[in-house]
C-alpha cells in the first residue's frame, strides 16, 4: 500500500491533493516548499497562513512528513466525534474534497491511522476480490478476538481453515427447506406482531417493534425459548439484544476498533459487544440444549447445533454458544433494521405500500386468506421492496475483506500486500447514481429486472462471494412476512415525528437512524 500511495502521490500533478479519511478530508502536501513550512506546523496551519484561500479553512486537515500521515485538529469536537465510520465508506467512494484529482480512478489508498486501507470504486475488481480472487481475501479484516470463546465462534469473525470448516457445517442450517420447517416459528412470531397492532394502533417506533418481532423469531429458532417481547414489559432477551448495538460511547469506540485496529482488540482483549449479555445468551442456549431429549426432533438451529455436538470442531458447548449467538446477533439487528426501514418508506410513499397491499391481498385470496410460506414466495413485488430498502439502507456500510495472499491488481502494477485491509464501500455503489438514477429515491421498480452482475458488482447488500450472508433466505423472509402480517390489516402513515429523511447514527458501525423512526398504524377498515 504504501507502494500504491507513492504512485498515487507520482501521477497528481497538483502540489497537493485530497483524501477522505473517515467522512473528513484529509489534505496531503506534495510540494517541498509547503512541507518546510509545515515544520512550524501548529502555528502555521492552525493560523491559515500557509494556504487562506483553501482548505485550511477546514476543521483539520493532514499531511505528510516523509512517509508519516500527521493528522491536525482544528475543531475541538472532533476528538469526540470520530467514530463515523460508515459515513467516510461513501465520502470516499463519491467525491472528492478537491474536484480535480484522483478518486475518478477505480480505487484509492489511505491510512487510518497507521494502517493502509484499500478502498475499491470499481464493479469489476469489487467482484474479483469476492468472487473470482477469493483465495486472495478469505478473511475480513475486523478482529477475530483470541481472548474469547464465545466470540471466537462467531463465523463473521473467523479466519481461513477455521472458517472455512465452520461455514461448511453451518450451510446445512440454512436451506429452503431447512427455512419451511422453521416457518411455523417466524408465523407464529407474525401474529404476535399483528395481534399487539390490533391493541396499540397509532404512533410507534417501528424499529422498536421490528426488534421485538425479530427477537422473537430468533429466540424461537436459535435458542429454543420464546421471550414474549410483546407481551411482556421489559422482556430480558430483548433487553440484553439490545445492548448488542446501542449507540453508546462503548459499542460504538470498540466496535469500531474492531474493523479499523484489530491489533489493538487483541491487545487488549476488548469484548465485541458487552460480556453480561454474551453470558445470558449463551447460559439460555445451553439451558435448552441440555433440556433436549435426543431423539425429539424441532426442525430448528439447535437441532443441528446439536448434530455438531458430535463432532469436530464443535465439541465443546461455549463453543456451540459462540455458533447460537451469532445467528442471534447477526440475524436480529439486520432483519430488524429492513423491516423498520420498508415501514419508514411505505409510510413516505404511498403508491408504494398500496400496490404492495393490493399484492398481498391478491395472494392470500388464493390461499383462504392464509399467511403461508408459499404466499409469501408469491409475494414478488414485495421482493422488490425489500431490494430496494437494502440498497438504500443496506445495514453494513461496507464489506470488508483482508488480503491474505499478495495480489496485483489486473491490468494495473499495483500490488495489494498480505495483510492490507480491503474496503468495498457498499453503500457508495448502491447509491452511485450512475447505477441508480436519482439514489435517494425510494423505487422498488428498479429491480423488475434483474441486476447484471456479469461486468462487476455494483449491488451487494447480502455480500458476495463464498463469505456472502447465509442468512439471506431467512432474513428475508423473516422481513417479508413481518410487513405482509401488518399490511394487510393496517395503514401505514407518516406522524408528527416521523422523520423527513433519515441521518445514521455515528456512533454504530451499522446504518442506524439517529433518530426514532415514529410512525402511525392505523387499521383499516
Ligand atoms: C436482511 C437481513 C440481512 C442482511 C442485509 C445481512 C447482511 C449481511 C452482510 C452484508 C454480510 C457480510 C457478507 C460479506 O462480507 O460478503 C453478512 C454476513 C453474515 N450474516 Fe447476514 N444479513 C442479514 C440477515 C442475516 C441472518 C438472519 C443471519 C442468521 C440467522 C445472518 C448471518 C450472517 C453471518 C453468520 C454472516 C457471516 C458469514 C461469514 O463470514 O461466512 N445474516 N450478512
Given at each position: 500500500m504504501a507502494e500504491w500511495l507513492r504512485d498515487y502521490y507520482n501521477t497528481v500533478q497538483e502540489k497537493f491533493f485530497g483524501l477522505y479519511v473517515f467522512d473528513e478530508p484529509f489534505f496531503v502536501v506534495k510540494d517541498p516548499e509547503i512541507a518546510k513550512n509545515g515544520n512550524s506546523l501548529p502555528s502555521k496551519f492552525y493560523s491559515n497562513s500557509l494556504f487562506s484561500n483553501n482548505t485550511v479553512q477546514e476543521k483539520f486537515l493532514g499531511l505528510y512528513v516523509f512517509d508519516e500521515p500527521f493528522f491536525i485538529v482544528k475543531d475541538p469536537k472532533i476528538a469526540k466525534n470520530f467514530l463515523l465510520l460508515q459515513l467516510f465508506t461513501r465520502k470516499f467512494y463519491s467525491n472528492s474534497p478537491f474536484s480535480n484529482n484522483t478518486v475518478q480512478e477505480k480505487f484509492l489508498g489511505l491510512y487510518v491511522f497507521d494502517e493502509p486501507f484499500f478502498v475499491v470504486k470499481d464493479p469489476e475488481i469489487a467482484k474479483n476480490i469476492t468472487i473470482r480472487d477469493f483465495q486472495h481475501f478469505t478473511d475480513r479484516q475486523v478482529s477475530g478476538p483470541s481472548h474469547d470463546v464465545l466470540q471466537q465462534n462467531f463465523l463473521f469473525f473467523q479466519k481461513s481453515d477455521v472458517w472455512k470448516s465452520a461455514r461448511t457445517k453451518v450451510t446445512p442450517a440454512f436451506t429452503a427447506g431447512k427455512m419451511k420447517a422453521m416457518y411455523h416459528l417466524i408465523d407464529a412470531s407474525g401474529r404476535d406482531l399483528s395481534r399487539w397492532l390490533e391493541t396499540n394502533a397509532g404512533p410507534v417506533e417501528a424499529k422498536e417493534l421490528a426488534a421485538k418481532y425479530s427477537t422473537n423469531v430468533i429466540a424461537k429458532c436459535a435458542f429454543g425459548i420464546d421471550p414474549e417481547c410483546f407481551v411482556r414489559a421489559k422482556p430480558m432477551f430483548r433487553e440484553m439484544g439490545r445492548r448488542f448495538f446501542d449507540f453508546s460511547w462503548r459499542n460504538g469506540f470498540c466496535q469500531t476498533l474492531y474493523f479499523l485496529k484489530p491489533r489493538w482488540v487483541d491487545r487488549l482483549k476488548i469484548d465485541f459487544v458487552d460480556g453480561t449479555s454474551l453470558k445470558y445468551f449463551a447460559g439460555v442456549f445451553l439451558d435448552t440444549l441440555n433440556s433436549r431429549v435426543d431423539d425429539v426432533k424441532h426442525n430448528d438451529f439447535i437441532d443441528l447445533l446439536k448434530e455438531l455436538r458430535k463432532k469436530e470442531p464443535f465439541n465443546d458447548d461455549q463453543k456451540l454458544a459462540g455458533v447460537a449467538i451469532q445467528i442471534f446477533m447477526a440475524g436480529f439487528e439486520p432483519t430488524a433494521s429492513t423491516i423498520a426501514f420498508t415501514m419508514y418508506e411505505f409510510s413516505l410513499n404511498k403508491e408504494v405500500q398500496d400496490k404492495a397491499r393490493e399484492e398481498v391481498l391478491g395472494v392470500l385470496e388464493k390461499y383462504n386468506g392464509e399467511i403461508t410460506y408459499e404466499a409469501a414466495k408469491d409475494c414478488t413485488y414485495l421482493d422488490m421492496c425489500m431490494k430496494e430498502t437494502i440498497r438504500k439502507y443496506p445495514v453494513l456500510p461496507f464489506l470488508d475483506r483482508a488480503c491474505t495472499e499478495n495480489y496485483k491488481v489486473p491490468g494495473t502494477d499495483v500490488l495489494i500486500e498480505k495483510g492490507t485491509a480491503v474496503i468495498i464501500p457498499m453503500y457508495g455503489f448502491q447509491m452511485d447514481e450512475q447505477y441508480f438514477p436519482d439514489p435517494y429515491k425510494y423505487d422498488p421498480?428498479?429491480?423488475?429486472e434483474k441486476i447484471d452482475s456479469d461486468k462487476g458488482l455494483i449491488y451487494m447488500p447480502f455480500g458476495?462471494?463464498?463469505?456472502?450472508?447465509?442468512?439471506e433466505r431467512f432474513g428475508l423472509l423473516t422481513a417479508k412476512l413481518a410487513i405482509m402480517y401488518t399490511i394487510r390489516k393496517f395503514e401505514i402513515e407518516k406522524c408528527e415525528r416521523t422523520p423527513e429523511r433519515v441521518e445514521f447514527e455515528?456512533?454504530?458501525?451499522?446504518?442506524?437512524?439517529?433518530?426514532g423512526l415514529y410512525i402511525n398504524f392505523k387499521t383499516l377498515n
Amino acid at each position: 500500500m504504501a507502494e500504491w500511495l507513492r504512485d498515487y502521490y507520482n501521477t497528481v500533478q497538483e502540489k497537493f491533493f485530497g483524501l477522505y479519511v473517515f467522512d473528513e478530508p484529509f489534505f496531503v502536501v506534495k510540494d517541498p516548499e509547503i512541507a518546510k513550512n509545515g515544520n512550524s506546523l501548529p502555528s502555521k496551519f492552525y493560523s491559515n497562513s500557509l494556504f487562506s484561500n483553501n482548505t485550511v479553512q477546514e476543521k483539520f486537515l493532514g499531511l505528510y512528513v516523509f512517509d508519516e500521515p500527521f493528522f491536525i485538529v482544528k475543531d475541538p469536537k472532533i476528538a469526540k466525534n470520530f467514530l463515523l465510520l460508515q459515513l467516510f465508506t461513501r465520502k470516499f467512494y463519491s467525491n472528492s474534497p478537491f474536484s480535480n484529482n484522483t478518486v475518478q480512478e477505480k480505487f484509492l489508498g489511505l491510512y487510518v491511522f497507521d494502517e493502509p486501507f484499500f478502498v475499491v470504486k470499481d464493479p469489476e475488481i469489487a467482484k474479483n476480490i469476492t468472487i473470482r480472487d477469493f483465495q486472495h481475501f478469505t478473511d475480513r479484516q475486523v478482529s477475530g478476538p483470541s481472548h474469547d470463546v464465545l466470540q471466537q465462534n462467531f463465523l463473521f469473525f473467523q479466519k481461513s481453515d477455521v472458517w472455512k470448516s465452520a461455514r461448511t457445517k453451518v450451510t446445512p442450517a440454512f436451506t429452503a427447506g431447512k427455512m419451511k420447517a422453521m416457518y411455523h416459528l417466524i408465523d407464529a412470531s407474525g401474529r404476535d406482531l399483528s395481534r399487539w397492532l390490533e391493541t396499540n394502533a397509532g404512533p410507534v417506533e417501528a424499529k422498536e417493534l421490528a426488534a421485538k418481532y425479530s427477537t422473537n423469531v430468533i429466540a424461537k429458532c436459535a435458542f429454543g425459548i420464546d421471550p414474549e417481547c410483546f407481551v411482556r414489559a421489559k422482556p430480558m432477551f430483548r433487553e440484553m439484544g439490545r445492548r448488542f448495538f446501542d449507540f453508546s460511547w462503548r459499542n460504538g469506540f470498540c466496535q469500531t476498533l474492531y474493523f479499523l485496529k484489530p491489533r489493538w482488540v487483541d491487545r487488549l482483549k476488548i469484548d465485541f459487544v458487552d460480556g453480561t449479555s454474551l453470558k445470558y445468551f449463551a447460559g439460555v442456549f445451553l439451558d435448552t440444549l441440555n433440556s433436549r431429549v435426543d431423539d425429539v426432533k424441532h426442525n430448528d438451529f439447535i437441532d443441528l447445533l446439536k448434530e455438531l455436538r458430535k463432532k469436530e470442531p464443535f465439541n465443546d458447548d461455549q463453543k456451540l454458544a459462540g455458533v447460537a449467538i451469532q445467528i442471534f446477533m447477526a440475524g436480529f439487528e439486520p432483519t430488524a433494521s429492513t423491516i423498520a426501514f420498508t415501514m419508514y418508506e411505505f409510510s413516505l410513499n404511498k403508491e408504494v405500500q398500496d400496490k404492495a397491499r393490493e399484492e398481498v391481498l391478491g395472494v392470500l385470496e388464493k390461499y383462504n386468506g392464509e399467511i403461508t410460506y408459499e404466499a409469501a414466495k408469491d409475494c414478488t413485488y414485495l421482493d422488490m421492496c425489500m431490494k430496494e430498502t437494502i440498497r438504500k439502507y443496506p445495514v453494513l456500510p461496507f464489506l470488508d475483506r483482508a488480503c491474505t495472499e499478495n495480489y496485483k491488481v489486473p491490468g494495473t502494477d499495483v500490488l495489494i500486500e498480505k495483510g492490507t485491509a480491503v474496503i468495498i464501500p457498499m453503500y457508495g455503489f448502491q447509491m452511485d447514481e450512475q447505477y441508480f438514477p436519482d439514489p435517494y429515491k425510494y423505487d422498488p421498480e428498479r429491480f423488475r429486472e434483474k441486476i447484471d452482475s456479469d461486468k462487476g458488482l455494483i449491488y451487494m447488500p447480502f455480500g458476495e462471494g463464498p463469505r456472502i450472508c447465509p442468512g439471506e433466505r431467512f432474513g428475508l423472509l423473516t422481513a417479508k412476512l413481518a410487513i405482509m402480517y401488518t399490511i394487510r390489516k393496517f395503514e401505514i402513515e407518516k406522524c408528527e415525528r416521523t422523520p423527513e429523511r433519515v441521518e445514521f447514527e455515528p456512533k454504530s458501525f451499522l446504518f442506524q437512524s439517529k433518530v426514532g423512526l415514529y410512525i402511525n398504524f392505523k387499521t383499516l377498515n
